[in-house]
């Protein structure tokens, strides 16, 4: 009795870190695909090509329903960060 209960208490654990791994996996896959979706999108927008986005290129993304609901699919609230655009920016230089 004692050896059965051992074991499905193992086995227990074992289901445990199996849903654990399943769930790290499927964040990692998501949050890949949304990075190199982004990064075609902010690539395409980056109009003077130096390899930055300025402010008026960010709004251009967010503007992008692409780029919205890539940013949806990892919980970033999109119409939020528009609201936020003035913080990240906040150093950026006159020039662009």
């Known amino acids: 009795v004692a050896a059965i209960t ?3 208490m193992l086995i227990g654990v074992l289901c ?3 849903t654990t791994v399943a769930a790290v996996e499927k964040e990692e896959f998501v949050v890949n695909r949304v990075k190199n979706n982004l990064e075609g999108i902010v690539f395409a927008l980056d109009k003077n090509d130096d390899g930055l986005i300025s402010k008026e290129e960010f709004a251009g993304l967010l503007s992008n329903p692409a780029a919205a609901k890539a940013l949806q699919e990892v919980g970033v609230d999109a119409v ?3 609201d936020y655009a003035d913080v990240i920016f906040e150093n950026e230089a006159g020039d662009g």
Request: hydrophobic content about 65%; glycine content about 12%; aromatic content about 0%.
């Open 80 to 82: 939020g960060l528009v």
């Open 16 to 18: 445990q870190v199996v």
């Open 6 to 8: 051992v074991m499905n």
